[in-house]
């Protein structure tokens, strides 16, 4: 728990290990596409024995922005902020996804 200078008090968010390892699967899936490792989700889903719907949501990961992605890395996301947050949908403007996810405009 923070209590601010104004009196503000608020939680403090902590390394998500599991939000981590989801970004790091993203970025990983990405490449293996961008250097023709895989031809598809598909083909990535079959491979990690994992469903393609998960697969397809984990990788939507890839459309965050930098600084939410660094923040996450960082352990600074909102607290409450959960990978079932993203599986709702992550907007493609980078301002929506701040303000969807609860992060500072």
């Known amino acids: 728990m923070i209590v601010a200078p104004d009196g503000v008090i608020g939680m403090r968010a902590e390394r998500d290990d599991t939000l981590i390892q989801a970004v790091a699967r993203a970025w990983k899936w990405r490449r293996m596409l961008d250097r023709k490792e895989a031809q598809s989700l598909s083909e990535i889903a079959v491979r990690e024995k994992?469903?393609?719907?998960?697969?397809?949501?984990i990788f939507d990961l890839n459309l965050l922005a930098p600084d939410i992605v660094e923040a996450i890395l960082d352990g600074r996301q909102p607290v409450g902020l959960s990978l079932r947050e993203?599986?709702?949908g992550i907007p493609l403007a980078w301002e929506e996804q701040r303000v969807?996810?609860?992060?500072r405009v």
């Open 86 to 88: 993203f599986a709702k």
């Open 100 to 103: 969807k996810f609860g992060f």
């Open 50 to 57: 994992l469903g393609t719907t998960y697969v397809s949501r």
